[in-house]
Antibody, heavy 118, light 107 residues
Framework: QVQLVESGGGVVQPGGSLRLSCAAS????????MHWVRQAPGKGLEWVAF????????YYADSVKGRFTISRDNSKNTLYLQMNSLRSEDTAVYYC???????????WGKGTTVTVSS | EIVMTQSPATLSVSPGERATLSCRAS??????LAWYQQKRGQAPRLLIH???TRATGIPARFSGSGSGTEFTLTISSLQSGDFAVYYC?????????FGGGTKVEIK
């Protein structure tokens, strides 16, 4: 079945870096765009970044532009989010999600938690 | 960026009753509107896309309607597993944006 499994979350100090991964299975990963969406504690959903199926185009929320980089390795069926210069406001559960060809999210992973704290 | 506004913030409903959730866009998003359900401690789940098309495996008691700037998610007869937070999301304009959510709780 279609599955997305995030990993790489943890506790990091302000200004630090972290790389999240999302392992995909059960579908043709290289055929679909992928999103990262985050949810701060007790808050709603916030779209973070998107990458097209072949990695040719990448888009970012203004709140992370210049600090986060989305990438993918289609040979490994894996999506990444490199997060640099982390701030306390980046504390959230980070979900990866599959895009079915239009820009909504039809399959979600269970999420990985990032905590930015000194 | 398009702002999505959901109302009410909290909806108290008895099991078996109908629930009606609203979502308003700050400008037209055509029918490019999705609804998600998120249960406590779980990831969101796609319910509706294209404003009214149920996702695979979603029961018929969930229905979506609307276009332009006004949208509605209706749950015809609430079951115990339907008590959750519901989010709308527009994907007509970049960036995709979510509403703040409506929590459906047991009355």
């Amino acid at each position: 079945q279609v599955q997305l499994v995030e990993s790489g979350g943890g506790v990091v100090q302000p200004g630090g870096s972290l790389r999240l991964s999302c392992a995909a299975s059960g579908f043709s990963f290289s055929s679909y765009g992928m999103h990262w969406v985050r949810q701060a504690p007790g808050k709603g959903l916030e779209w973070v970044a998107f990458i097209q199926n072949d990695g040719s185009n990448k888009y970012y929320a203004d709140s992370v532009k210049g600090r986060f980089t989305i990438s993918r390795d289609n040979s490994k069926n894996t999506l990444y989010l490199q997060m640099n210069s982390l701030r306390s406001e980046d504390t959230a559960v980070y979900y990866c999600a599959k895009e079915p060809g239009v820009y909504y999210m039809d399959v979600w992973g269970k999420g990985t938690t990032v905590t930015v704290s000194s | 960026e398009i702002v999505m506004t959901q109302s009410p913030a909290t909806l108290s409903v008895s099991p078996g009753e109908r629930a009606t959730l609203s979502c308003r866009a700050s400008q037209s998003v055509s029918s490019n509107l999705a609804w998600y359900q998120q249960k406590r401690g779980q990831a969101p789940r796609l319910l509706i896309h294209g404003a009214s098309t149920r996702a695979t495996g979603i029961p018929a008691r969930f229905s979506g309607s609307g276009s332009g700037t006004e949208f509605t998610l209706t749950i015809s007869s609430l079951q115990s597993g339907d008590f959750a937070v519901y989010y709308c999301q527009q994907y007509n304009n970049w960036p995709p944006t979510f509403g703040g959510g409506t929590k459906v709780e047991i009355k």
